[in-house]
């Protein structure tokens, strides 16, 4: 029993060699599994080559055993394969900002068998089931990286020459400290009508968290730039 005790000890060190420690936020879900295949392989080895049980007849018992756990826990083994399933594609990790087909949007704090939980803008946590998320499509707003892009649509007097508008949002976006610096910020003129000029501006900033501040920035800035000019 000890030598098989030690056997399933080394096997188990070997699974967190090769699998955790390359992907400690990533992996553990499927650490855990291997784990469980390790304890039940051994278990019936001691049962069937210690004691000399009938291995056969537990595995069939078992087998049955396990079909009907498997209707009572129908739900929550459903869970847990999703998890498996994510944590194999790897669509997001901990960490990530993600966008929900319904709108639902947070950083990834925590990802374990049943559930994924987001932490939401408004300091809320969302708990999703995994099999909820692994139907739903989603958007990972982190990958390739952080940056966020913002359109943000805005309407000028059309007293103002159209070129003159467009120098003006070229000067409002450089000034702005919101801005990520590293992306090329972009001014399109929309359209044009005898009340308004409609100018779409597109930038980037560092995260989906600095959306509403960097709005609020550009919008102060246009204020000032057009009333001083």
Not at 107 to 119: A, D, G, H, K, P
Not at 180 to 207: C, G, T
Request: proline share 3%.
């Amino acid at each position: 029993v000890l030598w098989w005790t030690h056997l399933a000890w080394s096997m188990i060190g070997v699974v967190r060699i090769t699998v955790l420690d390359r992907r400690p936020s990533k992996a553990r879900l499927l650490q855990d599994l291997m784990v469980a295949v390790v304890y039940v392989g051994v278990s019936l080895s001691i049962l069937g080559f210690v004691f000399g049980a009938p291995v056969g007849t537990l595995v069939a018992t078992s087998g049955a055993v396990a079909v009907i756990l498997g209707l009572a826990l129908q739900n929550t083994l459903g869970d847990v394969f999703s998890g498996v399933a994510l944590t194999l594609g790897r669509p997001f990790g901990i960490g990530d900002w993600i966008q929900l087909g319904d709108g639902t949007e947070g950083r990834v704090i925590e990802n374990n068998w049943r559930s994924t939980q987001l932490l939401t803008s408004a300091y809320n946590v969302v708990v999703l089931p995994n099999s909820v998320l692994a139907k739903v499509g989603l958007t990972n707003l982190t990958r390739p990286d952080e940056t966020h892009l913002i359109a943000l649509t805005v309407r000028i007097a059309s007293i103002h020459q159209p070129s003159f508008v467009e120098e003006v949002m070229k000067t409002v976006l450089a000034s702005c400290g919101s801005v990520v610096r590293q992306a090329p910020a972009v001014v399109a003129l929309k359209s044009i009508d005898a009340a308004a000029i409609e100018v779409e501006l597109q930038f980037r900033v560092a995260d989906p968290l600095h959306r509403t501040a960097a709005r609020n920035d550009i919008i102060n800035l246009i204020h000032q730039h057009c009333r001083d000019r």
